[in-house]
């Protein structure tokens, strides 16, 4: 069955309804947990007092729902920058303004366990994605207002977790310094995770620099609280290690995000600042 859509250069139907995750405005909340797998976003809901499916479609599943009475939505992104920008540039187009990625990563420094969270301040651009938008030297840099509701939360539910850089890659074999297929290993990878290491970077992943290059470019939010599934220091691999803790940070997080922004309006300030901080733990 054919449907014309409004042009070849804003791919959506008449109504708004985006070509790739299939969301149109109204569906989704501002708040939005990107996690990359489909089955993880029906993992988050579960958490939730209610929840709904939006629209699933290739690699994209939403679900739209409450928790703790805020709005709140999830749409997976599947795996790397490509599909991840897709999916960010179509739910801002319906409405979204703030994401966390909610996803798993191996983890860089021994000191980092198996099952312990990491918030990133900021990734390391070795996707190729984000530079399809702009110069490399532009940084990939999360929200600080949506970092420090991440750390909040964690905080608040007792979690274990670091705080720091973490890298983004295209690739989850060479490009993080696995052997491929045979061993193969290109020169310029080898030495590559000592490297990161002696830089202070915590973690690899494959999602966050667009993630958040693209939110600083369209003035918009975004974080990423991740479970440490793997340490490739220890070599251990833990599947689904943390995962349950890091939907429920993210979750908190956006209930105290809501708080904030409820604060920020309430008092006529852009920011979140010591002083609204002050007030809303004097409220809590």
Request: charged content about 25%; aromatic content about 10%.
């Amino acid at each position: 069955m054919s449907e014309r859509l409004k042009s070849a250069s804003r791919p959506e139907s008449m109504e708004g309804l985006q070509y790739h995750v299939a969301v149109k405005p109204g569906d989704v909340s501002r708040y939005v947990l990107v996690p990359g797998d489909p089955e993880r976003v029906k993992r988050i809901a579960s958490f939730w007092d209610e929840a709904w499916l939006v629209a699933s479609h290739r690699e994209y599943t939403t679900y739209t729902g409450r928790y703790k009475g805020v709005l709140v939505s999830a749409t997976s992104t599947g795996i790397g920058a490509p599909s991840t920008a897709i999916a960010i540039e179509e739910l801002a187009r319906v409405g979204a303004d703030t994401f966390i990625r909610v996803g798993t990563t191996g983890a860089l420094h021994k000191w980092i366990n198996v099952g312990d969270l990491i918030i990133s301040t900021g990734s390391v651009r070795l996707e190729g994605t984000s530079k399809q938008y702009v110069i490399p030297e532009y940084p990939a840099v999360a929200s600080l207002d949506v970092a420090l509701a991440l750390i909040e939360a964690a905080e608040q539910l007792g979690v274990r977790y670091h705080v720091g850089l973490s890298v983004s890659t295209d690739s989850f074999y060479v490009g993080q310094e696995r052997p491929g297929y045979r061993g193969y290993l290109p020169p310029f990878n080898r030495g590559l995770i000592d490297f990161l290491k002696s830089v202070n970077v915590l973690n690899f992943e494959m999602e966050a620099a667009t993630i958040f290059t693209l939110a600083n470019i369209y003035g918009l939010r975004a974080g990423m609280v991740c479970a440490a599934i793997a340490n490739r220091e220890t070599e251990e691999f833990v599947v689904g290690a943390g995962v349950d803790d890091a939907i429920r940070v993210a979750n908190e997080a956006v209930r105290i995000l809501s708080e904030w922004d409820e604060l920020r309006e309430k008092h006529g300030r852009k920011y979140i600042s010591v002083s609204l901080l002050r007030e809303w733990i004097k409220k809590s």
